[in-house]
């Protein structure tokens, strides 16, 4: 993964990256874990949303858009201009610098940098985003990094009996939106189970056509976990910066979600596989494939063709043991 770098300076991103996956990991076993409590205080929950991101960003997916340099191209233009402003001779090393970035950057620096980004912007157009912002990290990611740290919302959903969720190269940071601006971020832990970012600032977003967007998925799925102030209860002129404390205890629960929207978010991994899948139930698995089938068309860009795979899974379920 770390390309043209010294084992030094690999062993170094991986005892960061360590110092952040004990949290996370804790309290993904909980989550497995039925009687287990899903309690985080606030730094623990800071913590674990730059552990996702860090995953999200080192992940095949990301990585291969800078090594491919598949960008538009004025997106392309952007990141040159990101590159001759801090002295980067290439895209791949853009990405690296910004990983880098990331992994050192406490959650306090990447929450300052994105809001000096959010306060200089002339405007609210992506376009002002990329030709104002001159900083350690590529504008675009800066704030879709931002806008998870400050502006997301943690569910934790449950796939319910004869239904589950797949697995593959993307599923760690699959995504409902547009790409720079998603609603929903997919986190696969288990077939059982999806950590789920929700951004909750996006009523602006529109699709390529200029309409705005709507969502796949409805509130109804979206439940704010129970919040334990240290200084009490807040009062009704809640200021954020004066009455939250690093020690905030916030109490998430389990959401069983509908079969349909597993197969939703199934969907999403289904459309965005470059390589591999993997799952627990071939049953589930089947007739996840036949919504994606029945839904692609109208709902998802890539629409991958799985019919190989598909009348594989059928024939093998309707298959007579002797």
Not at 178 to 191: A, K, N, Q, Y
Request: net charge neutral; glycine share 4%.
């Amino acid at each position: 993964m770390y390309r043209d770098v010294t084992e030094d300076d690999c062993m170094k991103f991986e005892k960061l990256l360590s110092k952040h996956e004990g949290t996370s990991a804790t309290f993904i076993r909980r989550i497995w874990t039925d009687d287990q409590d899903l309690s985080l205080t606030r730094a623990q929950l800071e913590n674990m949303k730059k552990f996702l991101i860090v995953m999200m960003y080192r992940s095949d997916f990301f990585r291969s858009q800078y090594f491919e340099e598949r960008f538009d191209p004025f997106t392309e233009m952007s990141i040159h201009e990101h590159m001759e402003h801090n002295k980067i001779s290439t895209m791949q090393a853009v990405w690296f610098e910004n990983l880098k970035w990331l992994i050192n950057a406490s959650v306090e620096n990447i929450l300052k940098e994105y809001q000096e980004a959010m306060e200089t912007r002339p405007s609210h157009s992506i376009e002002a985003v990329l030709k104002s912002r001159k900083g350690p990290i590529y504008a675009v990611e800066l704030e879709e990094f931002g806008d998870i740290m400050a502006h997301s919302m943690v569910c934790i959903w449950e796939a319910p009996a004869g239904a589950e969720f797949i697995l593959s190269e993307g599923c760690f940071g699959a995504f409902e939106g547009t790409l720079g601006f998603p609603i929903h971020r997919f986190f696969v832990i288990s077939p059982r189970f999806a950590i789920v970012l929700v951004v909750e600032k996006h009523e602006n977003l529109r699709d390529k056509e200029g309409r705005v967007w709507v969502s796949l998925f409805g509130d109804e799925l979206h439940v704010h976990p129970e919040t334990i102030y240290k200084k009490g209860p807040p009062p009704k002129d809640f200021d954020p910066a004066i009455h939250s404390t690093p020690k905030d205890v916030f109490k998430f629960q389990r959401i069983v979600i509908p079969k349909e929207e597993v197969y939703k978010v199934n969907g999403i991994v289904l459309d965005g596989r470059r390589q591999c899948l993997t799952y627990k139930s071939s049953a589930s698995m089947y007739k996840s494939l036949c919504y994606y089938d029945k839904v692609k068309k109208n709902m998802f860009e890539i629409r991958n063709d799985y019919s190989i795979l598909r009348r594989k899974l059928f024939s093998d379920l309707n298959r007579t043991h002797p």
